[in-house]
C-alpha cells in the first residue's frame, strides 16, 4: 500500500505515517472556532463532508491561534480524532488540502456519492511554506479564458498549495475590463477579428472573431472566490506598452494610428506619457482596484517600443519640462506617477524588471523578474522584494520536449526536470538578496494557447514541481515519483495534463497547423536572456 504521506504536492517539512486509519463520514463532529470550522467545512463539502456540530463518529477539531508561522499549520490523524491547528486561516486551509491528498483519490472530484465514507492514515505534518508569493500567471488577452475557467484555476493553485493569481489582463490583443467610465475599452478593445496562424507574424491568419471581458463584478466574484481559498489575485494593466487594444479604443492617448492585434510580437502601441494620459489611466485604476480588492496591482513596464515618443511634441515638451533627456526616463516616471497614485488608495504596485530598470518603481514596488538571473538579482540587492519568474524553468508556453509529437509553441524545450530542478533563492546571493526573494511564479503566455484543454497540458504537471519549488524555497526532489500517484488526483479534478511519458495521441500536434515546429533554440534563449539580465546600463537594456 502506498503511503499517501510520501506523495503530498507540495512536499511538507515533516511527514510521517503512523500505524492505523480513521473514517470520516457525513457524521464526524466538526470542533473549534467558527471561523475556523466554516473554512474546514467549505473546503469539505464536495466530499460530502458537512462535518456536524453534534454528530457522532471520528471527531475532527480545528485549533487557531497556535505556534505556527503564518501559513504553517500541524496536522494529526489519530484513530481518537484529526485534529488541525495554525495560527491563521491559511494554514487552517493548507491543513486541509494536506488532509484531501491523504484521502483516495476520489476526493478531488466536485461531489462525493451518498452516504461516501472516506478513510485516511494514521500520521503526522508539520509544515510551512519558505516563500510567501507562491503564484501563477494567466494570459487572459491573447486567448480570452471564461470566468468559470479562471475560477477553476483558482482551485487548482489552491490544490497545490499556491497563493497568488496574477491575470495579465491587457495587452495588444485584447483589452479584458470592463470600464463604466470608458466603454469603448471593451466596445472596440476586446475582440479582435482573427488570430494569427502559425509563427509568421505576416502569415496566415484563421478570420474568426475572438474576445471576450470580464465585467468589475466578475473580477469582484473572482477575487472574493480565491480569498475564501487563500489565493489573493494580482489584476496587471500593461503599460505603457503593449497597449494597441486600449489605443484602439482612445487613439489620443498614443502616437499614431492602432488596431487590436491578431497577430504576435512587440508592438509600438505604447501610450503617451504625459499628464492628460495619467489623468485617464488613474480613473480606470480606480475602477479595477475597486473591483478587485487586493493588496496588488501589476502595472507591466516590459518590452517598450519607445521611438514614437521623440517624434511627438507634447511628449518632447513634457521630457524637458521633468529635465530629462532621455524617454527611457519618462518611462520610470510614468510607472512611478502611477504607482503613487495606487499607493495613495492604499496598493502596492507591481512591474516586470524592465520598469526596475529604468527606475520605475517606488520603495514598496515588487519586481517580478523574467529575464534570467541578474537583473533579480540587482533588484534585491538594491532592496526591492523580488518575485522570480525567469523564461527559463517558469514560462510554462514553452513546450515541454523536443519530440514531433508536441504542439506547435513559442519555442523550447522546458522539461519537467527543468523546472524541477528551479533553484529559488541560489546560494551563492547575499544575504540580503536573498532575503528579499519573496517568492516564485510561473507564467503561460497564451499566444500559442488557444483553449483551456491546452492550457492543462502546458501547466500541469510542470506547474506541480514548481509548487515545490515555491514552497520549500528549493529544487524540488523526488517530484517523479511523487508525481505517479498525484496524477490520479488531477485525474480526479478533471485536469488534462501531458502524462509523463508524452502526449495522449489527442493532445499531439499532428501534421496541420498546431504541429511543433523544429529547430527549437532554448539554450540560445537563455543565454541572451543572461546577457540582458546582466546589464546595468539603463538605455542599453531599455533599447
Known sequence: ???????????????????????????????????????????????????????????????TGADTEPEGYRLRVAEDGVHLAASTLDGVRHAVRALRQLLPDAAWRAAAPDSTQWTVECGEIDDAPALSWRGGMLDVSRHFLPKHVVLRYVDLLAMHGYNRLHLHLTDDQGWRIQSRKYPRLTEVGAHRPGTQVGKERDGSHDNVPHGGFYTLDDLTEITAYAQARGVVVVPEIDLPGHASALLAAYPEYGVGEHAVHTGWGISAGVVRPVPATVRFLAEILDELAEAVPGPYIHLGGDECILRDWVTDPEISAYLAELGYTEPVELHGHFLRTLGEHLSAAGRRMVVWDEGYVTGGVLSDTVVTAWRGTGVGQRAAAAGYDVVRCPVYPTYLDYDQSDSPDEQLSIGGPLTLDDVAGFDPVPADWTETERAHVVGVQWQSWAEYIP???????????????????????????????????????????????????????????????????????????RGWLEEISQKADVEEESA
Open 451 to 525: 483553449n483551456p484543454r491546452h492550457l492543462d497540458y502546458m501547466v500541469w504537471p510542470r506547474a506541480c514541481a514548481l509548487a515545490d519549488v515555491a514552497w520549500t524555497g528549493a529544487p524540488a526532489v523526488d517530484i517523479t515519483e511523487r508525481l505517479r500517484v498525484h496524477l490520479g488526483r488531477l485525474d480526479a479534478a478533471g485536469v488534462e495534463y501531458r502524462p509523463l511519458d508524452g502526449p495522449h495521441p489527442w493532445q499531439a500536434g499532428g501534421t496541420g497547423a498546431r504541429r511543433r515546429l523544429p529547430g527549437a533554440e532554448m539554450a540560445k534563449l
Open 1 to 63: 500500500m502506498t503511503d499517501r504521506y510520501d506523495t503530498l504536492v507540495p512536499r511538507p517539512r515533516e511527514a510521517r505515517r503512523l500505524p492505523g486509519t480513521v473514517t470520516l463520514t457525513a457524521d464526524s463532529p466538526l470542533s473549534g472556532p467558527d471561523a475556523a470550522t466554516d473554512v474546514v467545512r467549505a473546503l469539505l463539502a464536495p466530499l460530502g463532508l458537512p462535518l456536524r456540530p453534534n454528530g457522532s463518529g471520528v471527531p475532527v477539531t480545528v485549533e
